[in-house]
């Protein structure tokens, strides 16, 4: 293989990146910059003009300040260059990596790169081809495509991503949910396998190629350890999916589960998930619901969320945790496991963030960067126990569904359709998302009188 210019590693836990290239991002970006050009560019025009201060803000400011940010930050991810890159690319010919199907796409050739959102939209449009292994090919991303943000991406954040951002209505979220989860529980399994868990699985050894439902007991075994699961607790999981944990929790800690979800589908699983494991249905449920409908009493020793408040949504997300907090005894543990951003961002990272609120979890916008999850929780009144970053281990996780779903894909293609649209969604989203990060946080309420004592983690001893 060619020299790449820095160490790559050799992990049996995971799919090494052959080129961990750097990209432009917040470390070229300048908010003063920004500012400075929102603002100068129509007090020029008003200078210019010799326009009065309310003119200047009507006309010019108003009219032309989303404008000028749109093309200010367009043009930044367009020429910017990579920070600190020391990835030497193999520096082929895009022909190597795709094949273009459409006279419309005839200008990327050699080495004029195509923008990441025109690709992956063409793609499912059936006018592009992969020339080889879709995971392979993504890799290489950076020496075939470009992170420019794109007309339709400002379409898609305009029109899309922000209005629901900021309604997050019941209905709103339960059509999401509904739509993405109750396409077919088959349709799943074909990547998710046995576990049906759609949440990052632990790693115990890095130096063992261990199997997805091996990654999956890791973590559920781990979740029951950080909140110190004990029998005869009361368990709420919120945003349970198939209803796993639940399952798992009740049989293997006695204590009484409940899962909520929205899925019809997740809910008919899961409930028949725990009669599978013979545990009687006065001990172990799962409820289709909404989360703001959860009876706030009887309270609950333990609570978990696991990958679902991203969905709640960054304008709920304050009420949501005060919510948890009511409901949890004081003496009690949280445990939230959320997807979320590095904050020391890229172009790409950008990119990735609004194909995925596209395509895979539509009103996901609570996707943030740690500092923010955890300035939420303290503010709602919770102290931090523990923290742990899992990105690595999502994308181990990612890497077995990925190569899940190329052994059953042609399966799912007979049942769904070949040019059903997700599907090809989501064998890219399965083979690029390796950039993924996750954190890990147990949390208790804030209290004097909290037995903080009792929570001395075996790994901080010596």
């Known amino acids: ?52 201060f309310w003119i200047w803000l009507i006309f010019l400011f108003i009219p032309l300040g989303g404008v000028i ?49 025109i690709f992956f939209e063409n793609y499912f449009d059936e006018k592009i081809d992969l020339c080889g292994d879709a995971l392979e090919i993504l890799e290489a991303r950076h020496d075939w495509a470009s992170f420019e943000f794109a007309l339709g991406q400002a379409k898609f954040l305009l029109t899309q991503w922000i209005p629901e951002t900021i309604m997050h209505t019941k209905k709103q979220d339960e059509d999401q949910v509904r739509d993405h989860y109750d396409r077919g529980d088959d349709f799943y399994a074909a990547f998710l396998g046995s576990s049906m868990v759609y949440t990052s699985g632990i790693i115990s050894d890095p130096s063992k190629n261990e199997t997805l439902e091996e990654l999956q007991d890791n973590k559920l075994k781990l979740v029951c350890e950080k ?23 009740a049989k293997n ?27 009687d249905d006065k001990q172990a449920r799962i409820i289709c619901m909404d989360y703001r409908d959860i009876p706030r009493r009887p ?44 904050r020391t961002w890229q172009y790409e990272d950008l990119i990735w963030g609004l194909f995925m609120a596209k395509y895979i979890f539509p009103g996901a916008d609570a996707s943030c960067p740690l500092g923010w999850v955890i300035n939420q929780l303290e503010c709602a009144g919770f102290e931090i126990q523990t923290v742990d970053t899992i990105g690595v281990h999502y994308s181990g996780t990612i890497f077995r569904w990925y190569n899940n779903w190329l052994k059953n894909k042609d399966t799912i293609i007979n049942k769904y359709g070949k040019r059903l649209k997700i599907l090809t969604t989501y064998l890219l989203y399965l083979g690029g998302s390796g950039s993924a990060t996750c954190y890990q946080i147990t949390a208790h309420k804030n209290l004097n009188a909290f037995d903080r004592a009792g929570l001395i983690s075996r790994r901080l001893k010596a």
């Open 1 to 52: 293989m060619k020299d790449t210019g820095v160490k790559l590693t050799k992990w049996a836990s995971i799919a090494n990146a052959p080129f961990p290239a750097e990209g432009a991002g917040n470390q070229t970006f300048s908010m003063y910059h920004l500012v400075a050009t929102v603002i100068g560019v129509p007090l020029f025009l008003a200078y210019y003009f010799r326009l009065g």
């Open 69 to 117: 940010y749109l093309a200010f930050v367009y043009l930044l991810s367009k020429y910017a260059s990579p920070y600190n890159n020391k990835v030497r690319l193999p520096e082929r010919n895009i022909e190597e990596y795709i094949t273009m199907k459409d006279a419309s796409l005839a200008g990327y050739v050699g080495r004029n790169k195509i923008p990441m959102e």
């Open 227 to 249: 909140i110190n699961l004990k029998a005869g607790e009361r368990l709420l999981d919120i945003g349970c999916g198939w209803g796993t944990l639940v399952a798992y929790a």
């Open 253 to 279: 800690y006695d204590v009484d589960a409940t899962g909520i979800t929205l899925g019809r589908n997740q809910t008919e699983f899961g409930n028949n998930r725990i009669k599978e494991y013979g545990i």
């Open 299 to 342: 309270k609950y020793d333990k609570i978990t969320c696991l990958e679902m408040a991203e969905h709640v949504g960054v304008r709920l997300f304050a009420s949501f945790l005060s919510q948890v907090r009511d409901m949890l005894e004081d003496d009690g543990l949280f445990f939230l496991q959320i997807a979320g951003l590095r």
